[in-house]
């Protein structure tokens, strides 16, 4: 993603904001577009967004201003919210905003500028449930509110402990030394941040005043910012229209440094150097070859802040701020990849949204697709290409646990009222989409014809809502020669069934260019598939040190399929034979003596090869490894899961090996490590491991931010082989 040293202004002037029902459009059409036509499948009118409680079709929402104060001790932001709305419907009587039970609203007050009013008119208003992940805040409005006259609505609120709201206590930071607090908005818990029309399908443009104390940094998902130090007042401006879940906001000890024309990184300071090591100038870069492929950059800044271990996913792609979690930092192509995703997302997901959360793929589809064409401009087709087999590979694991006629497999997933549509987030969304999306560049006849496609596509709908009709009869017009042969009807291959077909994806990539970095990771995995280890003879031509952390990560999620391996260990309280080592383990936690017998079979071959060399390396790989400890109960190697968990606090490094410990016979152990690192959790990773060891509620579920999973919990019987790890390496 050649360099830009002058913002692309010009080229973001579109922001008209999302008609609504009642308006002329659609959400999705672009009015005017000659070069799409009317296609094959128009969209249909109202769009209803069953996750939000607001009625957003009344309304066009021209801006939202925010004016808050970061209270660090009580762990509070109190202050106001405006919304410039017209309504677009006669006799609207009600505004109704998304919001939730943690928001505590103290006043409610509206302007009409138009009728001469002078003085805000206090408003009454109530509060209804809605779902488990927030409420409906209805506001009854006054008679001068009249369909095309501007009003304006200021909620007087401070927010509590909800969803979007992350405050980390100093000892939870990567410093240590002084408090930190993010938002995280995906998918709808932003309206316990600040009440809204909390759905994908409304954009408007924001500004906000954030006051803070003495030593803290507010960064914002702005294209402006400004700061007066005398005041602690720092000041933010979107001109761009986003989504109320792009909104979002982190304030603590941050530092940067420039690393481009137009980005930066922030962290904090003890992390500021590695990151910048880390990144260099590869951003500018990648941002130069995404706009080669999509067309210009229209956010302006592409900065990075990298967050403390509590993150509770990967990454996320607020516009002009990427958040990503620092764990990541030890894997440099993991980082790579991450990076890459979520710059793609400035054209596919934050400049043209999916419409409602039930197409997800929309903006994580076209995402991953569009950064796999830029790595692989710039790394090459075989390095793609065994990104996308380990990808894939997790796919059809996720699939062979739920089942192919599981709905979430689904592109296009129905949910019921009060689904969060959090629960989304799986690789359905990401990989049967990118597979969607191939399929597409695969009938177009020509990457590069694909890659013209898109920036048009990007250049028709940027910075608005769409729907998958839009895309495919957008599509279908761009190539009408496809349009002309049925493309869309073709047996087996239906778009339809692509949209709402559930299990595997009908058709995937050739990755057979990737052939000389997979072929040896399937070979070394066949070698050791057989009960018997394989010699060391035949092991000297696989130099696994001069692999990449990629070829690593496959051969041992592969592995991991293959597991428990041939006569693994395990508890034996009868007598064992002369070639088996007696091992005597104390649990500190209750006094509990488990006598186990550890032969020299497959999983004692793998650790004797290769547990060194894991051990060095970064901890997507230790992970893996230390699951295929958990998963062949291996208890020679219990010190280093022990280790690793005491070292790691982040979820996605936590999840995956209490899971495995749990299903297995390590629950006494997995309660353990829990009672000696619990005080260095975040409090909601502490309610999810307490959740898995002790079976009170769904194991991957975070109560106090976005499920992350819809998998069921594995029988007791089975490993846990979809972990948190699987379903989200990135937003």
């Known amino acids: 993603m050649a360099e830009l040293h002058q913002t692309p202004t010009a080229l973001c002037c579109c922001r008209k904001s999302l008609p609504v029902s009642g308006a002329p459009r659609c959400v999705g059409d672009s009015g005017s577009r000659p070069s799409a036509g009317p296609g094959p499948g128009t969209p249909r009118c109202p769009l209803v967004d069953v996750a939000s409680a607001s009625n957003f079709r009344c309304f066009q929402l021209r801006h939202l201003h925010l004016d808050l104060r970061l209270n660090f001790a009580m762990k509070e932001m109190s202050g106001w919210m405006v919304l410039d709305l017209v309504p677009v419907q006669p006799g609207v009587q009600t505004l109704v905003l998304d919001s939730h039970p943690s928001l505590l609203i103290q006043s409610i007050d509206c302007k009409v500028p138009a009728s001469g009013q002078e003085e805000p008119v206090s408003l009454t208003y109530r509060v209804d449930p809605f779902t488990d992940y927030g409420s409906s805040l209805n506001i009854t409005l006054p008679s001068a509110v009249k369909p095309g006259r501007l009003i304006q609505i200021t909620v007087r609120y401070t927010t509590t402990d909800g969803p979007a709201i992350w405050w980390l206590d100093s000892e939870l930071t990567c410093g240590q030394s002084r408090p930190l607090v993010f938002t995280q908005g995906h998918s709808v818990c932003n309206r316990s941040f600040f009440p809204c029309f909390d759905t994908p399908a409304v954009k408007s443009t924001y500004t906000a005043t954030v006051r803070v104390p003495d030593g803290v940094t507010v960064l914002m998902s702005a294209s402006r910012s400004s700061f007066s130090k005398e005041d602690r007042v720092f000041q933010f401006s979107m001109e761009f229209p986003v989504p109320s879940y ?6 603590g000890e941050l530092q940067h440094v420039d690393v481009g024309p137009r980005s930066r990184v922030w962290a904090e300071p003890c992390l500021l150097s590695c990151a910048v090591k880390k990144l260099g100038g590869s951003v500018e870069r990648w941002l130069d070859v995404a706009e080669e492929l999509f067309g210009p950059y229209l956010w302006g800044r592409c900065d990075i802040v990298f967050l403390p271990p509590s993150f509770p996913i990967v990454a996320m792609e607020n516009p002009c701020l990427t958040f990503i979690i620092a764990s990541i930092l030890e894997s440099n192509e993991f980082l790579l990849i991450d990076v890459v995703h979520e710059i793609a997302h400035g054209w596919f997901g934050n400049a043209v949204t999916n419409a409602t959360w039930e197409e997800m793929w929309l903006s994580e589809g076209l995402a991953t697709y569009a950064q796999r064409r830029i790595t692989t401009e710039a790394y090459g087709e075989a390095f793609t290409c065994l990104e996308t087999a380990i990808r894939l590979d997790a796919l059809h694991r996720q699939l062979r646990l739920l089942g192919d006629n599981n709905p979430v497999s689904k592109l296009q997933v129905k949910f019921e009222p009060g689904v969060n549509p959090s629960s989304l987030m799986n690789l359905f969304t990401y990989e049967k989409g ?17 890659d013209c496609f898109l920036r048009d596509y990007i250049c028709e709908f940027k910075f608005k809502s769409v729907v998958a009709q839009d895309l495919i009869d957008y599509f279908l017009t761009y190539f009408p020669e496809l349009m002309d042969a049925a493309v869309s009807q073709r047996e087996g291959l239906e778009f339809e069934r692509w949209l709402s077909g559930s299990g595997p994806p009908l058709f995937e990539p050739d990755l057979s260019a990737g052939g000389a970095l997979t072929r040896p990771v399937q070979d070394l995995c066949d070698l050791w598939r ?10 000297e031509s696989f130099d696994l040190s001069a692999w990449s952390t990629f070829q ?3 051969f041992l999620d592969r592995m991991l399929d293959l597991s428990p391996l041939p006569q693994g260990t395990g508890t034996n309280t009868t007598n064992t034979n002369d070639t088996c080592t007696h091992i005597v383990y104390l649990s500190t936690l209750d006094n509990q003596t488990l006598s186990l017998s550890v032969c020299p079979d497959v999983m004692a071959s793998l650790s004797g090869c290769y547990s060194s060399l894991f051990d060095g390396l970064n901890a997507e790989v230790q992970i893996r490894w230390l699951q295929m400890v958990v998963r062949n109960s291996f208890y020679p190697e219990l010190p280093r899961v022990r280790a690793f968990l005491h070292k790691h606090t982040s979820r996605m490094y936590t999840v995956p090996l209490y899971d495995d410990m ?9 309660a353990e490590i829990f009672n000696q690192t619990q005080r260095r959790l975040h409090p909601n990773l502490r309610r999810t491991l307490q959740q898995i060891l002790f079976q009170t509620g769904p194991a991957s579920t975070n109560q106090n931010g976005p499920a992350l999973s819809i998998v069921p919990p594995s029988p007791s019987t089975q490993p846990a082989a979809v972990t948190l790890r699987d379903v989200n390496v990135s937003a």
Request: hydrophobic share 60%.
């Open 246 to 251: 792009l909104v979002a906001l982190v304030a």
């Open 662 to 670: 749990v299903a297995g016979v390590m629950k006494c152990v997995a």
């Open 552 to 554: 690593i990560v496959l």
């Open 434 to 450: 990118f597979c969607f999306v191939a399929y597409l560049s695969e009938l177009s006849g020509d990457v590069r014809r694909f």
């Open 530 to 539: 057989s009960r018997e280890a394989p010699d060391l003879k035949t092991l």
